[in-house]
């Protein structure tokens, strides 16, 4: 099977997910062994754009469940010379990955690969789209964290129109039954969006506020913002955790730009779970590498 959307899971699929995400999370923690799913199965990635977080936890958790993990050094390959998508990842094809993990720019690009493909394929990001790993990871956080998704307010705030994890995130609370509140600056909102007015309204009473960055590389135009400014108009302080619920949790996809979309304090304060998110990134795509393997 392809993972493109979170709509391409079943409930059953999504339930099995979260659990075995979950229970990937404890073991990793406790350091303990992890039986070998993917030995004897290769896995391609290729990112043609820069990632940290997804690139390593992909290649992580493919190495942790035994599989032999092969990166296209996309800025050496054939594609400077002017080599199409679709040729690239036919040649990828022809060497018989067992899962083709891939990042791509532009929008859609990705579901084009998987129609291409036979292996099956997972989007890592594809532009503003969708990014559906970061969703489950997402979700199984606030479900470790806090113990269930149904019935809580999340806040989502910042660049909301760039952001492919508030896509992915956003429809998966949505359908485990959470209340979705989206908030940001006017230039960086959907059209048409009909919410909050602004992000202290997004934050009132919200039991989780993720806080994203500002993807000034889509940006057609420059936002105006001086120094300073973004953070204390929109940025995440410790003035607006307050807003929260005394129990609020505080995420962020990373990468994180500190000092303009959040404060340090609150970055690495009590309430952030930033790091566990990215414990969780690998646990969770180590179940997702083994659902898509049939494993």
């Known amino acids: ?22 229970a990937y999370f404890e073991r990793n923690r406790a350091g303990a062994e992890v039986a070998p799913k993917l030995a004897g199965k290769s896995v391609i990635t290729a990112f043609f754009e820069a990632s940290t977080r997804t690139l390593m936890s992909f290649e992580v958790a493919a190495r942790r ?12 390959s054939s594609v400077l010379k002017g080599e199409s998508l679709k040729d690239t990842v036919w040649t ?4 018989s990955p067992a899962i083709f993990v891939i990042r791509h720019g532009e929008q859609g690009a990705v579901a084009d690969v998987a129609r291409w493909m036979s292996t099956p394929v997972l989007n890592a990001g594809d532009g503003a789209g969708h990014h559906p790993t970061q969703g489950l990871l997402d979700v199984a ?30 429809a998966l609370l949505e359908r485990m039954g959470a209340e979705v509140r989206l908030a940001g ?10 919410g909050p007015d602004g992000i202290d309204e997004a934050i009132a ?16 135009a420059e936002l105006g913002d001086g120094p300073g400014e973004y953070l204390s108009r929109y940025g995440l ?3 607006r955790v307050k807003l929260a619920a005394p129990q609020v949790v505080v995420m962020h996809p990373g990468p994180m730009n500190r000092g303009v979309e959040i404060a340090d304090s609150v970055a690495d304060g009590p309430r ?10 690998v646990a969770m795509r180590m179940a997702v590498l083994q659902m898509v393997a049939g494993a």
Request: charged share 30%.
């Open 1 to 22: 099977m392809d993972l493109i959307t979170i709509d391409d899971l079943k409930d059953e699929q999504l339930d099995w997910l979260m659990d075995a995400g979950l």
């Open 65 to 76: 469940l035994g599989a032999e993990v092969t990166r296209l050094p996309v800025e050496r």
């Open 92 to 95: 990828l094809q022809a060497m």
């Open 141 to 170: 956080t606030i479900k470790h964290k806090l113990g269930r998704i149904e019935g809580l307010k999340v806040a989502i705030c910042g660049d909301i129109r760039h952001s492919r994890v508030a896509n992915s995130t956003a």
């Open 185 to 194: 600056p006017a230039a960086l909102m959907p059209e048409g969006h009909d």
């Open 205 to 220: 009473g919200a039991d989780v506020v993720m806080i994203l960055r500002v993807q000034r590389e889509r940006l057609e």
């Open 237 to 239: 302080t410790e003035e």
């Open 272 to 281: 952030s779970v930033i790091r566990t998110q990215v414990e969780m990134g």
